[in-house]
């Protein structure tokens, strides 16, 4: 099991540019999440989908954001325009039903 | 509205100790509890769940309790070594039907001196 994969691991990039961060969850999971994590707001969940679908994007900070979950094993996190304010380590998650909940290594992202 | 709290935000203890970390939460309806651990770069590892139903998991130096009734988790961390040493976070699973989500407390970092 490779457990959840994430890419790419760093990003930088200038303001206004658009970033698109990359999730596999493990095989099996039906539930996918999506976190930002800074040292001044620690871990902020953003999105989850369950069976592909969204269920909460409440934690969405703008429209700028977006995120797609295309098959079981696949998602996208869009930023688009990026602001410096968005830099951040963004982490993506998934589980079946209420077992442990697995992470990715994260992207980290610089917004210059 | 769900909120998690940690207490300390940090915590330095000699190797050999027995630690107890703190984890509290505002609405007893849970899913479950669970808590993490975080090595400074890295993602989150899963060290122990806990379901609604039950009291307390353990996993070889590590015992994590529940009192759902007064909103409290504890992580006991028996014989602390130098390795232990990361960011603890406690996680609870809550919420109606499909949305139940995971709030995540805001950490307790541990370094255990050699």
């Known amino acids: 099991d490779a457990g959840v994969i994430q890419s790419p691991r760093h990003e930088v990039t200038e303001m206004g540019q658009e970033v698109t961060l990359r999730c596999k969850p493990i095989s099996g999971h039906n539930s996918l999440f999506w976190y930002r994590q800074t040292m001044m707001r620690g871990l902020e969940l953003l999105i989850y989908?369950?069976?592909?679908?969204?269920?909460?994007d409440s934690g969405m900070p703008e429209d700028r954001f977006s995120a797609k979950m295309p098959n079981a094993s696949f998602s996208t996190l869009k930023i688009q325009p990026s602001e410096p304010r968005d830099s951040a380590v963004y982490f993506c998650?998934?589980?079946?039903?209420?077992?442990?909940?697995?992470f990715g290594n994260g992207t980290r992202l610089t917004v210059t | 509205k769900q909120e998690v709290t940690q207490i300390p935000a940090a915590l330095s203890v000699p190797e050999g100790e027995n630690l107890v970390l703190n984890c509290s939460f505002t609405?007893?309806?849970?899913?479950?509890l669970q808590w993490f651990r975080q090595d400074p770069g890295k993602g989150l590892t899963s060290l122990l769940l806990?379901?609604?139903?039950?009291r307390e998991q353990t996993s070889g130096r590590l015992n994590a309790s529940l009192d759902k009734s007064s909103g409290r988790s504890t992580l006991y961390i028996a014989a602390s070594q130098p390795g232990d040493s990361a960011t603890y976070l406690c996680?609870?699973?809550?919420?109606?039907?499909?949305?139940?989500?995971?709030?995540f407390g805001t950490g307790t970092l541990l370094a255990v001196q050699p």
């Open positions: 996680a609870v699973r809550s919420g109606g039907g499909a949305t139940n989500k995971l709030i």
């Open positions: 806990i379901q609604s139903s039950q």
């Open positions: 989908f369950n069976n592909n679908v969204p269920i909460d």
């Open positions: 998650a998934s589980t079946l039903g209420n077992s442990p909940l697995h």
């Open positions: 609405d007893s309806a849970i899913y479950n």
